[in-house]
């Protein structure tokens, strides 16, 4: 079955370092993202993309990168400038033949 | 820019009794609608969605109309389950923001039905 595979569900993180959560999709589409959940606040838009090698900010970039080298994976690095990393993070892929947007099952990153 | 404001929660109900959830939407070109739906510790599940005005999106007994005129896409539901218990998500996509159909959130309402 097509979908979008996270990892890992639950991420723990010491202050000061840098982490990338993983994100793959086979459903063959071309735009990815990458949304901050935290409680009471929606989600909020941290990058994006719509084709290979490249990829936009969102309204909450800061302290996160991307990169997009396969059309079927964006990972996403949390740096330690991220002042407040501790949330839910859930990653989404768009496809134009179906206009849906699919979700993964998101990644609990926890700093500690 | 674009907004998506939804009634706040939580919201709790006995089994079988009627569901409403405001959404109301601004918006500077013609956006599709949708609802999210997220069970605890998941990602989010599309539950309906209308593309233009006057559409209705209906689902699992859910359904909701794009009202232009009033910029709302309201979800209802007749007769809720203990299994609807969940935190529900009103979206827009606006395809003339750049092209890039960004999603926008409101904040989420959390659903809770009792026995």
């Known amino acids: 079955d097509g979908g979008i595979t996270q990892s890992p569900k639950y991420l723990f993180r010491k202050e000061g370092q840098n982490v990338t959560l993983s994100c793959e999709q086979n459903l063959n589409h071309d735009a990815m993202y990458w949304y901050r959940q935290d409680p009471g606040q929606g989600l909020r838009l941290i990058y994006y993309s719509q084709i290979v090698n490249d990829f936009q900010k969102g309204d909450i970039a800061e302290g996160y990168s991307v990169s997009r080298e396969k059309k079927e994976s964006f990972p996403l690095t949390v740096t330690s400038a991220q002042k407040n990393p501790t949330a839910f993070y859930l990653c989404?892929?768009?496809?134009?033949?179906?206009?849906?947007?699919?979700f993964g099952s998101g990644t609990r990153l926890t700093v500690v | 820019g674009d907004s998506v404001t939804q009634m706040e929660g939580p919201v709790t109900l006995s089994e079988e009794a009627f569901l409403t959830i405001n959404c109301t939407y601004t918006?500077?070109?013609?956006?599709?609608l949708f609802w999210y739906v997220q069970y605890p510790g998941e990602g989010l599940q599309l539950l309906l969605k209308?593309?233009?005005?006057?559409d209705k999106g209906s689902n699992k007994g859910f359904e909701a109309t794009y009202r232009k005129e009033t910029t709302s896409f309201h979800l209802e539901k007749g007769s809720v389950q203990v299994s609807d218990s969940a935190v529900y998500f009103c979206a827009l996509s606006d395809p003339r923001q750049g092209g890039s159909e960004k999603l926008v959130f409101g904040k989420g309402t959390k659903l809770t039905v009792n026995p």
């Open positions: 989404a892929s768009f496809g134009w033949g179906d206009y849906g947007y699919t």
């Open positions: 209308a593309t233009k005005a006057d």
């Open positions: 918006a500077t070109g013609y956006p599709s």
